[in-house]
């Protein structure tokens, strides 16, 4: 709100909504987090699926912006998709960054404080629990959770933890549904063989980016990066960015004669030219 600030450009959360409200007319950038989902068809290659979603969804603990927060997998394939993850998320080192573990502590005890209070409310709904729920002050050990329903805050809500639930779905439009009514667009990713379905889904998906077989990601710098709706305002990248951060102008030279003549015929012009 200081008068000598002139562009705002915000990485976090719902702290970005409150500044959109108070910035008036000063242009803004913002990524605001996401509930990057996870689109898996039955044709998916269920390897590369399962290790994308231990890449996607718990490097850095889950805390990314970009990392997968919730799969939505058909229905026929989701039993071999859940056991495959489960043999990964086992081998996980979990434990202090010093040890250059998998897991590590979530940034706040206030965060493992709202991380715990999505894991209670889906076990008191009836959610299934892959693995034993496990917590040491902020430390949070990995939990893939199966059979979540909407009716569940961890469906919607961004937990930004080592904690995934697995909706099954029983139609590619009830995926992309969900997907869509999320107040989050940041990315999503789709995991098919038949790679016009993939553009299908991806042109249905209302989120900035869409990864085909291989988990969200933020890019290089020079990648367009954005977010819909709550996920944000505008798109960061340095080509992007530096167009934010310039004003436009446009300066009207007029001269004292006319260096053209407006409704002259083709003729004359060339002759003047």
Same mark, same amino acid.
């Given at each position: 709100m200081h008068p000598g600030v002139n562009c705002i450009s915000f990485t976090g959360g719902d702290t970005g909504i409150s500044i959109s409200k108070k910035a008036g007319m000063i242009p803004l950038q913002m990524e605001l987090g996401g509930k990057d989902a996870c689109i898996v068809l039955e044709d998916a290659d269920l390897d590369l699926v399962a290790a994308n979603i231990i890449k996607g969804g718990f490097s850095y603990s889950g805390q990314r912006c970009t990392a997968i927060k919730v799969v939505l997998v058909m229905e026929s394939v989701a039993d071999a998709l859940v056991e495959k993850v489960k043999t990964r998320v086992a081998k996980l080192r979990i434990g202090p960054p010093e040890d250059d573990c998998d897991i590590t502590p979530v940034v706040t005890e206030s965060s493992a404080n709202f991380i715990e209070g999505l894991v209670m409310d889906a076990k008191d709904k009836g959610a299934t629990f892959c693995q034993?729920?496990?917590?040491?002050?902020?430390?949070?050990?990995?939990?893939?959770?199966?059979?979540?329903?909407?009716?569940?805050?961890? =469906?919607?809500?961004?937990?930004?933890? $080592?904690?995934?639930?697995?909706?099954?779905?029983?139609?590619?439009?009830? &995926? !992309?549904?969900?997907?869509?009514?999320?107040?989050?667009?940041?990315?999503?990713?789709?995991?098919?063989?038949?790679?016009?379905?993939?553009?299908?889904?991806?042109?249905?998906?209302?989120?900035?980016?869409?990864?085909?077989?291989?988990?969200? =990601?933020?890019?290089?710098?020079?990648? $367009?990066?954005?977010?819909?709706?709550?996920?944000?305002?505008?798109?960061? &990248? !340095?080509?992007?960015?530096?167009?934010?951060?310039?004003?436009?102008?446009?300066?009207?030279?007029n001269l004292p004669s006319p260096s053209y003549s407006m409704g002259s015929s083709g003729s004359s012009i060339r002759s003047r030219i």
């Open positions: 034993q729920y496990k917590r040491e002050g902020n430390l949070i050990w990995p939990l893939l959770l199966d059979n979540v329903r909407p009716d569940m805050r961890i =469906a919607w809500e961004e937990p930004f933890g $080592p904690i995934l639930p697995v909706i099954r779905i029983n139609s590619v439009e009830e &995926g !992309i549904h969900h997907c869509n009514a999320s107040n989050f667009g940041l990315q999503g990713c789709v995991f098919t063989k038949d790679i016009n379905k993939a553009m299908l889904i991806s042109d249905a998906m209302e989120t900035g980016t869409v990864q085909i077989n291989s988990a969200p =990601a933020r890019g290089p710098d020079h990648f $367009p990066f954005q977010g819909l709706k709550d996920s944000g305002i505008g798109s960061q &990248g !340095i080509t992007n960015s530096i167009d934010m951060m310039t004003k436009v102008k446009t300066t009207v030279i």
